[in-house]
């Protein structure tokens, strides 16, 4: 939707349907832009927030709303899945039950920032991952990207905003991929060659949205309050970072800030334990920014620091003052982002304009000692014809390596203004010499190359891991970036505890474009250094790569992280599960499993613990103990799961020790207590996040017995056998990996405050590669023979959500982001009531499936599905009266296409 700077916020045409609206807000209370209603459909949108799960648009929702409030700008949220694979704080819903309970809460807490358009797009959420590629096998890349396109083409927004697509450390899997996937989807939706059955069989056609933000952005601020928005220094100099202030105040909510209707909007997700979400000050000079980080812009945009809440905005949805006309592109695209020193770039600038711009020329600014030549004169910039002016930038000799320059390009006109945008480039060497990454890494590198996205890899360190007195090889990887054949040598520099075999390795022969590596050999040599993020710097030992070339030498960054060792002595008897542990069965390593790793600072009274471990032939043992003042939620037996709620351990188990996520583990949550006084309160465990998640039933012969102290209770003990047989593949004694970690609560709303464990990171629950070595001494060696991992496999679906279908009738999109059939596909052609049902008869011109529902505002009241190959009948059967206001919804598919319709009952 590109047009005026004072639009109307359209009347929810869903309420009359009974979609839920947040208690606190006041509807009839005007607001400062009024919206006339607006009956076109499809609907045109302004923003789309791009994620993976309901609620992970939370942090905007006060920016949002503000925008909507005050300049008229209507968003809309895509989620790629219904979160089905999430914990549950308030109930024992799991599955499809669960996504579409957390689709209402997601409906009702965008409603409060005026958003009323949620498109959920059936993939599937497994369980917590940090893997990205796990993520594309679950989800299906073209399918899921075709649907992506498919709903920007039909709704037409501006602006995107998503998550951070890198593979940072602890960045959810699915969050990365949802976002890799907008990212993908802001490209492709202008590309008429991407999905052309959408514009050649749907009628859609391409749509060139303006600019895509990742939310979130690094620097400092001079000051909170209103000068946020001014003040905003970037941590990354050539990153584009603006902000907008969350204390504007809300008329349409009483005077109350944004950032304070954000937190009621947070409440309403109770299903993930926000319910009951603290309150931010009301204090305006104490309240801060949102922040949002330019991926890339089409259109030309303000100073980042301009204020007054919509810099973001300026330039795609709101003209600028003394601006270009809207819908004017300046796309900046440099064809390579490596910029060698003295070696010419060719950058084009893509130009485009939905009306005539008259005396059009655009011009390139490059850093100080850059040169660039190029004619940007342009005349008349044609509606609706795209023109590309390219100009040779040359960086200097001696360009510094590593730094991020900015390229800005400026667009004048006669009379229409004018208007700036940017693009980015890295000082980098002729020979660039980096450590190995993990192979989740390469993958996402190997993508920002694909999709010419290469400053979103600034944000990943490149990391390996070294057990603690062990030794491993160390790829360093070099590419020459020049124009001539390179010989030179590579030198890794290590800190003090490490050494490293090679001196320095040479490499010759290497030609321009060519790629090519050298392997060290690093050892710890100081067993005392503090592993995990015991150690200094969040557990990183820095290392520099040192690679020299013709004319000179480049230094590259890297860092270890050391893991903890354990030796696992094997057992003389196989001891007792009894949740005692005696001394003469646990021989081993007292291990120390204290270290906090997430969540709030606790002494040891309140968590800490140790565990010893043995094995025989074919299991292993291990005893934990537990030291906890207040034992939270106790949870029945039927909702032992999901270990992020209560006081638990998980302990981990990757057999091989090369595991790249853990989809190829054993992870099991080990509970000390259920609330079953029938049988005892007994233990109960659940495998969660591995290869094959479920309940006992999937590791047959665990045994698990436990110890809990009471009058005073002071903490538990959890004692447990795991035959070698139920594990994932063949353990390697000489290399397991293990880790153990601890949730503890204190409260009884199902919410964890601390977490501490053994080898302990952000986000090491999904990172096996960062799990504690074992040796395993007396076990026989057996070749790896693994089990392929066995998913979750059922996603909620829209076809069978109430919610989805009555706003696909107000909305006019399809239902999944899939093709929407022909409106005269299906009709609702005549309804019968009677006391005990409701007959819908269906004129259909294609065989299909029909879902029809009964549907009160909150509830489903009667369902049916039949499937039909002619015009037929639904019974819905009716267990009592109506209740006010039912609707008729029904869902129809045909061909991988659907559509929904919708009849008021009563």
């Not at 942090?59 to 909507?68: A, E, S, T, V």
């Not at 998913?791 to 076809?799: E, F, G, I, R």
């Not at 929407?820 to 499936?849: E, F, P, Y």
């Amino acid at each position: 939707m590109r047009w005026r700077t004072s639009a109307a916020i359209a009347m929810c045409g869903l309420l009359s349907l009974g979609l839920a609206t947040p208690a606190q807000a006041n509807p009839q209370q005007a607001s400062p832009k009024p919206q006339a209603k607006k009956s076109d459909k499809p609907v045109d949108l302004d923003i789309m927030f791009i994620g993976a799960h309901p609620d992970d648009e939370a942090g905007q929702l006060g920016m949002l709303g503000y925008w909507n409030e005050y300049h008229g700008m209507k968003a809309g949220v895509i989620t790629t899945t219904r979160g089905e694979g999430g914990g549950n704080a308030t109930g024992l819903e799991e599955g499809p039950e669960l996504g579409i309970l957390r689709e209402a809460e997601e409906r009702k807490a965008v409603a409060w920032a005026g958003v009323e358009h949620i498109y959920n797009l059936d993939a599937l959420d497994f369980w917590y991952t940090a893997s990205a590629p796990l993520t594309e096998e679950v989800w299906g890349h073209q399918e899921t990207l075709s649907r992506i396109v498919r709903v920007l083409r039909t709704t037409k927004p501006e602006v995107i905003l998503t998550m951070n697509p890198s593979a940072t450390q602890g960045n959810h899997g699915n969050h990365q991929k949802a976002a890799m996937l907008a990212v993908e989807a802001f490209y492709a939706a202008a590309d008429p060659k991407a999905f052309p059955e959408q514009i050649k069989k749907e009628g859609l056609k391409p749509w060139r949205v303006s600019r895509i933000f990742q939310t979130g952005g690094s620097g400092t601020t001079g000051a909170n309050g209103p000068a946020c928005e001014t003040t905003f220094t970037p941590a990354e100099a050539s990153n584009v970072i603006f902000g907008t202030w969350q204390g504007y105040e809300s008329a349409r909510h009483d005077g109350n800030r944004w950032n304070t209707v954000q937190t009621w909007a947070r409440r309403e997700y109770v299903s993930q334990g926000w319910g009951n979400s603290s309150f931010p000050s009301t204090d305006p000079n104490a309240i801060g920014c949102n922040r949002l980080t330019l991926i890339d812009t089409r259109t030309p945009y303000p100073d980042p620091n301009v204020g007054a809440g919509t810099g973001a905005l300026q330039g795609a949805t709101l003209r600028a003052p003394g601006g270009l006309p809207l819908g004017t592109e300046v796309h900046v695209r440099p064809r390579t982002w490596e910029a060698v020193g003295g070696q010419p770039i060719k950058v084009d600038t893509v130009l485009y304009a939905e009306r005539a711009v008259p005396g059009a020329k655009v011009t390139l600014s490059v850093p100080a000692g850059w040169t660039v030549s190029g004619n940007g004169n342009v005349g008349t910039l044609t509606p609706g014809k795209e023109v590309v002016k390219t100009f040779t930038v040359t960086p200097p000799a001696q360009v510094e390596v590593g730094t991020r320059f900015k390229i800005d390009a400026t667009l004048t006109s006669k009379k229409d203004g004018s208007g700036t945008s940017s693009a980015r480039v890295q000082g980098t060497a002729p020979v660039r010499g980096t450590l190995e990454p993990l192979e989740e890494i390469a993958d996402f590198r190997a993508w920002t190359v694909r999709n010419k996205t290469q400053q979103l890899d600034a944000l990943i360190e490149s990391l390996l891991n070294i057990p603690s007195g062990g030794t491993r090889s160390v790829k360093v990887n070099l590419t020459n970036h020049g124009t001539r054949v390179e010989s030179g040598a590579v030198k890794l520099n290590v800190p003090a505890g490490f050494s490293v075999a090679e001196q320095q390795v040479p490499y010759s022969g290497l030609r321009p474009g060519a790629s090519t590596s050298v392997t060290f050999t690093v050892t710890n040599t100081d067993t005392s250094l503090p592993t995990a993020n015991r150690a200094p710097d969040n557990g990183a030992y820095r290392v520099q790569i040192e690679t020299s070339y013709t004319g000179g030498s480049a230094s590259e960054p890297g860092a270890f992280n050391l893991v903890p060792v354990t030796t696992i002595p094997k057992a003389a008897t196989a001891p007792t599960v009894d949740g005692h542990g005696h001394d003469h069965e646990y021989t081993g390593e007292v291990i120390d499993i204290s270290t906090r790793w997430e969540g709030t600072a606790a002494p040891a009274s309140d968590i800490s613990g140790t565990a010893q471990l043995t094995h025989t032939d074919d299991a292993l043992y291990a005893i934990f103990t537990i030291t906890d003042d207040v034992l939270g939620t106790v949870l029945p037996p039927e909702d032992c799961k999901r270990p992020r709620r209560n006081d638990n351990i998980e302990f981990g188990i990757d057999p091989r020790g090369n595991s790249a996520n853990t989809s190829t583990v054993f992870n099991m949550a080990l509970f000390p207590a259920t609330n079953d006084p029938a049988n005892g309160n007994p233990p109960c465990f659940a495998r969660e996040r591995d290869n094959h998640q479920g309940g006992p039933e999937t590791a047959p012969g665990v045994e698990i017995a436990s110890v809990v102290t009471s009058s005073p209770y002071t903490g538990y003990r959890i004692e447990v056998k795991i035959p070698f047989s139920v594990l994932p593949d063949a353990v390697d004694p000489n290399r397991m990996g293990l880790n153990i970690l601890v949730n503890d609560s204190d409260t009884q709303d199902l919410t964890a405050q601390t977490r501490v464990g053994w080898s302990t990171w952000s986000g090491v629950r999904a990172d096996p590669w960062r799990w504690g070595n074992a040796t395993l001494p007396g076990l026989a060696a057996k070749p790896s023979a693994p089990k392929a991992p066995i998913m979750p496999d059922t996603a909620a679906q829209s076809v069978d959500s109430p919610q989805t279908l009555l706003q696909s009738v107000s909305d006019g999109v399809a239902p999944g982001g899939y093709a929407k059939l022909a409106d005269n596909t299906v009709k609702i052609k005549k309804v019968t009531r009677t006391a005990s049902k409701v007959s819908v008869q269906l004129q259909v011109k294609k065989a299909g499936t029909a879902r029809a529902f009964l549907w009160d505002g909150t509830r489903v009241v009667a369902e049916t599905t039949a499937a039909l190959r002619k015009d037929g009948t639904l019974v819905l059967p009716l267990s009592g009266a109506l209740p006010a206001g039912t609707s008729l919804l029904v869902s129809y598919e045909h061909g991988g296409a659907t559509t929904a319709l919708a009849k008021k009952i009563c």
